[in-house]
Nanobody, 126 residues
């Protein structure tokens, strides 16, 4: 059973940057594809970014491409989301999720992920 704990959220102004972290425990981190999702009030949870278990592939939502960067440190069992040029529409609860390399499913779909963190709030003021 993998546990995921996010940190790094906060209140920032438009144009600022934030780095989110997600620390994993209880599983073989290097064998999991890690994803970030977000959910704004009144909206569905949506895909933001993912980093394959091998670290060789990254995936981004069109809305964050060029502004956000996902990375992982397998030695620290941690995945990061560097968010630059933040916009008010980026305001949401950001959650990390883990998908085993042994399970099928599209990395863009939240249903493909087995483990989820509690989330961290990111608020971007205009």
């Amino acid at each position: 059973q993998m546990q995921l704990v996010e940190s790094g959220g906060g209140l920032v102004q438009a144009g600022d940057s934030l780095r989110l972290s997600c620390a994993a425990s209880g599983g073989s981190f290097s064998s999991y594809t890690m994803g970030w999702f977000r959910q704004a009030p009144g909206k569905e949870r949506e895909f933001v970014a993912a980093n394959s278990w091998s670290g060789g592939s990254t995936y981004y939502a069109d809305s964050v491409k060029g502004r956000f960067t996902i990375s992982r440190d397998n030695a620290k069992n941690t995945v990061y989301l560097q968010m630059n040029s933040l916009k008010p529409e980026d305001t949401a609860v950001y959650s990390c999720a883990a998908k085993s390399q042994y399970t099928s499913g599209n990395v863009y779909l939240k249903t493909s992920y087995s483990y989820w963190g509690q989330g961290t709030q990111v608020t971007v003021s205009s």
